[in-house]
């Protein structure tokens, strides 16, 4: 009950939320917009990051997110109320405080995440970054914690952390999960559907 009262406290102060997709790059967030956008949850996108070999079902990004560092005009958020967007994880803390946000993390195996990022570079004619493997690794899970930590301090943001491993093998239980995180009223059986195990492709 208190936390329908601090909700309801939420939304008629910020309007409504902006459902967050975040996590690491390649942690399975194009999945979790996938998933929202079939449940009946309108993505909020640009559309101009085509699909390809790496995301065979689409990106479902927006470009000024990237600009959110460093763009003092960020009133454009407000359109994306009721949607879902995705915003990688550092940019968690540069979202503007006049808006509520339901933030959906995708976790991911850091060996996971780091193989499907050197993939990626690779074909797209990159290399690589350098550095001490366990170096890059300790910097995500700082950067897993700090979202975490940022989150819970903020009055306007819940999380809900979703394990795309889990989401995969069991995507029943993580789409009545997210719904239930987002009030309810979601196609759990679209949204289940929407998990296409064939794309867990880089496996710990």
């Known amino acids: 009950m208190l936390e329908e009262i601090r909700r309801w406290l939420r939304r008629r102060r910020y309007g409504e939320p902006i459902v967050v997709v975040s996590g690491l790059p390649r942690s399975g967030t194009s999945m979790m917009m996938r998933m929202l956008a079939a449940g009946g949850i309108e993505p909020f996108t640009d559309g101009a990051r085509s699909a390809d070999i790496d995301n065979p079902e689409g990106y479902y990004e927006h470009r000024r997110v990237m600009d959110l560092e460093r763009d003092p005009d960020r009133g454009w958020l407000r359109e994306a109320r009721g949607r879902a967007l995705k915003v990688i994880s550092f940019l968690l803390r540069h979202l503007p405080p006049d808006n509520a946000y339901r933030i959906v993390y995708m976790r991911r195996h850091l060996d996971e995440v780091l193989a499907s990022q050197d993939k990626m570079l690779d074909r797209l004619g990159n290399a690589a970054p350098g550095g001490d493997l366990e170096a890059m690794k300790e910097a ?39 719904n239930a995180f987002l009030g309810g009223g979601l196609d759990e059986e679209k949204m289940a559907a929407a998990v296409n195990e064939a794309l867990y492709r880089n496996r710990a």
Do not use: F, G, S, W
């Open 140 to 178: 995500y899970r700082n950067d897993i914690v700090a979202a975490r930590l940022y989150a819970r301090k903020r009055p306007n943001m819940e999380m809900l952390e979703v394990h795309y491993a889990d989401a995969v093998a069991d995507p029943t239980t993580t789409a009545h999960a997210v």
